[in-house]
């Protein structure tokens, strides 16, 4: 099945499947080494590990869709991207979606706060007026060229508008033709179990580690009517934390031996970017071979 089609019919299963980040080509071949149905481009896990930037608005539309290209070259799993406010007005927003589905993009995740966009479990956001976000959703229904390119609408009005006004927000974009609904950074329990029961369309929820949305167990999301748990960036901050582990032996003992405890090992890291396969397409060429 196409990747598009693919990632449609595990959003209409609504099982709670868990989605992972990727901040770049290595770690989405982690993701599909792993098993994962489908992987997530994260733009805050971009700007940090890409750019030692925080996430606050700092990747372009080239830059983004540069990466795009390398992980769709890299994985063949359906890939979701996420394409902050769509760098602009509607217009822009059509741009970006035209943009992102030639690198390779599957779905496309539009956002509805006010440039400079902010991380949705930060404090201080704020969303542009409803008929503006509107707009925009429909203007990337409108530009992409596969029918089964998804459309993925977030809202970050709950931190500021309230939960209510989150829905009302998810409702307009579902009316407008968006595919997958993403109400971030839900606070209460109560809140994550009631917004299935007032949308009619898949749901995408963002669960960060140290974020505002409380943890709960991906069969129990899907139980309640989610598609998608994601987890944009545990690759991240798990990453961090071995490599300190690693960085911070090697400065203490002067040595750093292939210790599984700390490092991959070299023939694993090898085979994530198929070195075996470079090797046997170099002695293919090298012998005129077929």
Same mark, same amino acid.
């Given at each position: 099945?196409?990747?598009? #089609?693919?990632?449609?019919?595990?959003?209409?299963? $609504?099982?709670?499947?868990?989605?992972?980040?990727?901040?770049?080509?290595?770690?989405?071949?982690?993701?599909?080494?792993?098993?994962?149905?489908?992987?997530?481009?994260?733009?805050?896990?971009?700007?940090?590990? &890409?750019?030692?930037?925080?996430?606050?608005?700092?990747?372009?539309?080239?830059?983004?869709?540069?990466?795009? &290209?390398?992980? $769709? +070259?890299?994985?063949?799993?359906?890939?979701?991207?996420?394409?902050?406010?769509? @760098?602009?007005?509607?217009?822009?927003?059509?741009?970006?979606? #035209?943009? %992102?589905?030639?690198?390779?993009?599957?779905?496309?995740?539009?956002?509805?706060?006010?440039?400079?966009?902010?991380?949705?479990?930060?404090?201080?956001?704020?969303?542009?007026?409803? +008929?503006?976000?509107?707009?925009?959703?429909?203007?990337?229904?409108?530009?992409?060229?596969?029918?089964?390119?998804?459309?993925?609408?977030?809202? +970050?009005?709950?931190?500021?508008?309230? @939960?209510?006004?989150?829905?009302?927000?998810?409702?307009?974009?579902?009316?407008?033709?968006?595919?997958?609904? @993403?109400?971030?950074?839900?606070?209460?329990?109560?809140?994550?179990?009631?917004?299935?029961?007032?949308? +009619?369309?898949?749901?995408?929820?963002?669960?960060?580690?140290?974020?505002?949305?409380?943890?709960?167990?991906?069969?129990?999301?899907?139980?309640?009517?989610?598609?998608?748990?994601?987890?944009?960036?545990? =690759?991240?901050?798990?990453?961090?934390?071995?490599?300190?582990?690693?960085?911070? =032996?090697?400065?203490?003992?002067?040595?750093?031996?292939?210790?599984?405890?700390?490092?991959?090992?070299? %023939?694993?890291?090898?085979?994530?970017?198929?070195?075996?396969?470079?090797?046997?397409?170099?002695?293919?060429?090298?012998?005129?071979? &077929?």
């Amino acid at each position: 099945m196409p990747p598009k #089609r693919a990632l449609r019919a595990l959003a209409e299963r $609504r099982q709670g499947l868990i989605l992972p980040g990727a901040f770049n080509a290595l770690s989405a071949r982690v993701i599909e080494s792993l098993g994962y149905p489908a992987v997530y481009l994260t733009g805050a896990g971009l700007s940090n590990m &890409a750019l030692g930037l925080p996430d606050l608005g700092f990747v372009g539309l080239s830059e983004l869709a540069e990466h795009t &290209a390398r992980l $769709r +070259d890299a994985v063949e799993l359906p890939l979701m991207v996420d394409a902050d406010t769509g @760098f602009g007005n509607a217009l822009n927003v059509r741009h970006a979606v #035209r943009v %992102l589905e030639r690198c390779g993009a599957d779905a496309i995740q539009i956002e509805d706060q006010v440039a400079p966009k902010r991380c949705g479990h930060f404090s201080g956001q704020e969303v542009i007026p409803l +008929d503006e976000a509107v707009a925009k959703i429909r203007a990337a229904v409108d530009a992409r060229r596969d029918p089964d390119l998804m459309v993925v609408a977030r809202t +970050d009005a709950a931190a500021s508008l309230g @939960f209510e006004a989150a829905v009302e927000r998810a409702q307009r974009f579902a009316e407008a033709g968006a595919d997958l609904l @993403f109400v971030e950074a839900l606070t209460r329990s109560d809140d994550i179990a009631r917004l299935p029961t007032l949308v +009619d369309k898949p749901l995408l929820i963002n669960l960060v580690l140290g974020g505002k949305t409380p943890l709960q167990r991906a069969d129990a999301l899907g139980a309640q009517g989610y598609s998608f748990v994601l987890y944009a960036n545990a =690759a991240l901050q798990s990453a961090l934390l071995v490599m300190r582990r690693a960085l911070g =032996a090697l400065q203490a003992e002067g040595l750093l031996a292939e210790d599984p405890e700390r490092v991959a090992p070299f %023939l694993e890291r090898q085979a994530l970017v198929g070195k075996p396969a470079w090797d046997a397409l170099a002695e293919r060429y090298a012998t005129g071979g &077929a």
